[in-house]
């Protein structure tokens, strides 16, 4: 379950990590599922053609930085309402997707499956094997550590690299403040709009790479509508985590558990209940993602200007 929890885990912390960046801005993304949609498509069907997962990589973060503008120049530079501007997104990307796929591929909506050489596969870490039969820390170290892709470690190196842009570095204090007063940032003489296109620009880049990993990596290939709403959960852990890495980082993990766990459920059955329907199984990570954000983390407080257009005062 450890292993799983981490495969699982793995978009969702990239996406909330970008959604982390762009809120901090004052800009609401719920468009984290159409880019990682978006991405997951470009990079499955790249690999498909090249052969190659590295290039696929850099489809999906193409695709995800390009979804990125066009979120940023309807809600920054024309000031549109970005909640409807991040929802016109994901149904674009939902529809195009699957006609793209058909167009090119001719396989109902989706892409060829993948060759192993076209993913990305596991990597075994140095001496995970021979430290196996060390007691606790063997195991752990040879099925919870070791064995993921290099996506997977990718990820957890952009955890910490996240909070130290935000909290040690002049572009982190100046995106946190513009998210907070954008007047005095601009009273400062720093471009609220340019602070803002970085910020999603970094998040198209991490939604691309969340993005690849479903198709080129977690699975082998593109189908339609993949995500399945993990970039609202993704969204949700972002709320849970107050706007904060290390927080977001593990309300993705719970939410992982409880969707790994839901695969596990699945046509087993319990003492006293029997099998459970699937249907009711699958909805576990959605209905603790209603729970919690229904008050049981207590008050979350976005950053003041989010959802805000900022014009400025001539």
Partial sequence: MSAATIRVATPLVLAALGGLFVERSGVVDVGLEGKMLGAAFAAAATAAVTGSAWLGLAAAILAGVALSLIHAFASVTHHGNQVVAGMALNIMVAGLCPVLANAWFKQAGQTPILASTARFGPIDLPFSAALAPVPILGPIY???????????????????????????????????????????????????????????????????????????????????????????????????????????LIACLIFAFTDALQIRLQGVELPLVGAIPVQAIQALPYLLTVLLLAGFVGKSIAPKASGIPYLKER
């Fill in 142 to 248: 040879h099925d919870v550590v070791s064995g993921h892709n290099i996506l997977v470690y990718l990820t957890a190196a952009v955890v910490p690299l996240a909070a130290w842009i935000l909290y040690r570095t002049t572009f982190g204090l100046r995106l946190r403040a513009v998210g907070e007063n954008p007047a005095a940032v601009d009273t400062a003489g720093i471009s609220v709009p340019r602070l803002r296109y970085q910020a999603l620009i970094i998040c198209g880049v991490l939604s691309g790479i969340a993005g690849a990993y479903l198709s080129t990596a977690h699975n082998a290939g593109f189908i339609r509508d993949m995500t399945a709403g993990k970039g609202y959960l993704a969204l949700a852990a972002l709320i849970f985590g107050k706007w904060r890495p290390l927080p977001t």
